[in-house]
């Protein structure tokens, strides 16, 4: 166990819907990463978050946002959903920002039907 | 931005035999290199990692090298056991992790 909380573990929606995937990181940890992983891309950064502020953006699409609460907990929403967002998206935290070991929670599923 | 090419995609070896998965990097400022082991249905661990100022790194029976010239790196696994069966990724960050795509390491028996 990592420590790091992911709910919901899986997510059935309709295109066209919107969606929040939540995440609690280890105890302690100030920064937050999310992850989408699919079959043929890998695992692609999307944003990172930092003690509530935005750090660095990946390959986040517009419909796609993210935040970090004041308690460090940290929400994705996904919006305007397509087929092509199916994936399991995976949420990461760390003590700190910068070059530093970074643990995964259990991923939320999302299908897209 | 930062690449990383990981080879090979699939790799298939012998109960105690040992296995290595070679990563190549883009971004000469990138200085932290983990190494990730993801079951499935499971999140990535973390199961080793280095830093640019070491060119190698030793856990057990896993050990990690870095060339930062050729801007290479590897994971070898020694003695693999059933266990190790897994998809295995490495990284590198100058501040955020890029990603490999990945090495399926099938142990047989």
């Known amino acids: 166990d990592s420590g790091v909380t992911q709910t919901p573990k899986h997510l059935i929606t309709a295109t066209g819907q919107r969606v929040t995937l939540r995440c609690s990181p280890r105890?302690?940890?100030?920064?937050v990463y999310w992850y989408q992983q699919s079959l043929d891309q890998g695992l692609q950064f999307l944003i990172q978050y930092y003690n509530g502020e935005e750090r660095a953006k990946g390959n986040i699409l517009e419909r796609f946002s993210a935040q970090q609460f004041p308690d460090l907990h940290s929400e994705l929403n996904l919006s305007s959903l397509e087929l092509g967002d199916s994936a399991l998206y995976f949420c990461?935290?760390?003590?700190?920002?910068?070059?530093?070991?970074?643990?995964f929670g259990q991923g939320t599923r999302l299908t897209v039907v | 931005g930062e690449n990383v090419e990981q080879h090979p995609s699939t790799l298939s070896v012998q109960e105690g035999d040992s296995a290595v998965i070679k990563c190549t990097y883009s971004d000469s400022a990138s200085n932290y290199f983990p190494w990730y082991k993801q079951e499935l249905g499971k999140g990535p661990q973390l199961i080793i990692d280095i830093r640019s100022n070491v060119g190698e790194k030793k856990d057990q029976r896993i050990a990690v090298t870095l060339n930062k010239t050729a801007k290479h790196f590897s994971l070898h696994i020694t003695e693999t056991q059933p266990e190790d069966s897994a998809v295995y990724f490495c990284?590198?960050?100058?501040?955020?992790?890029?990603f490999g795509k990945g090495t399926h390491l099938i142990i047989q028996p």
């Open positions: 105890s302690g940890d100030l920064s």
């Open positions: 990461a935290s760390s003590p700190q920002t910068g070059n530093t070991e970074a643990f």
């Open positions: 990284a590198a960050s100058r501040g955020g992790l890029t």
